[in-house]
């Protein structure tokens, strides 16, 4: 089964999350302002993280509250056309789908992985996606649980972070960092300069396999 990320690996969703952002903090007097570039480094991370990353000033339950509220502005404003999907994207899923079963793994929640399939119409390529803050799960139990449900007991995970890295080697799967993506530089045996070249690569994994 190959699993996706989702920001930095099929799709960018920067300026939405700090159009998002700005809507939502820009009348709470406490918040320091929030730069893109704050935005653009907390890509990936979970939903605690990234409300300690954008508000560390501000008390837990206040930021993770606050944190919840651009999360929904930002499915918002995707759900109204602010999508930027990576070049290829489209095509290359339409080809692995017909030879592997794929699915969705984001730190995000459900409702941000079914906004990606509506918004792509790529619903019916995918077998299954988990968002782990739906289930206040990691990473990596979020990728064990998805394999779990498919009856798949091998996997690659496509990610673009080192915490996807990381949460790979924890869930025992091939990774194959998109280094297009937020972290262009991180040490791993596979990588992918574009989307495209995915299906390549899988295919000359699996050949050594045999």
């Known amino acids: 089964m190959i699993i996706f990320d989702l920001d930095g690996t099929l799709w960018d969703t920067i300026d939405a999350t700090y159009q998002a952002t700005i809507n939502i903090t820009s ?9 893109k570039e704050t935005v653009k480094t907390g890509m990936g991370l979970s939903l605690s993280e990234n409300a300690y990353h954008y508000m560390p000033n501000i008390e837990k339950e206040k930021r993770e509250a606050i944190l919840k509220q651009i999360n929904n502005e930002t ?33 995000n929640n459900d409702e941000y992985a079914k906004i990606f399939l509506e918004t792509s119409n790529l619903k019916q390529y995918f077998k299954d996606f988990i968002g ?6 990691t990473k990596s139990e979020a990728i064990k649980l998805l394999l779990k449900r498919n009856n798949q007991k091998n996997g690659y995970y496509v990610g673009d972070t080192k915490k996807d890295l990381e949460a790979s080697n924890e869930a025992n799967v091939t990774f194959i960092h998109a280094r297009y993506g937020i972290e262009k530089n991180i040490s791993t045996t596979y ?18 396999k045999l």
Do not use: R
């Open 75 to 107: 499915i918002k404003l995707l759900g109204e056309g602010q999508t930027k999907f990576y070049l290829g994207m489209k095509s290359t899923i339409k080809k692995l789908s017909q030879k592997y079963p794929l699915g969705i793994v984001t730190n």
């Open 191 to 208: 990588n992918i300069k574009s989307i495209i070249f995915l299906p390549s690569l899988i295919n000359k994994i699996e050949t050594k």
């Open 27 to 35: 009348n709470i007097n406490d918040i320091n302002k929030i730069s």
């Open 132 to 137: 782990a803050a739906s289930y206040n799960i």
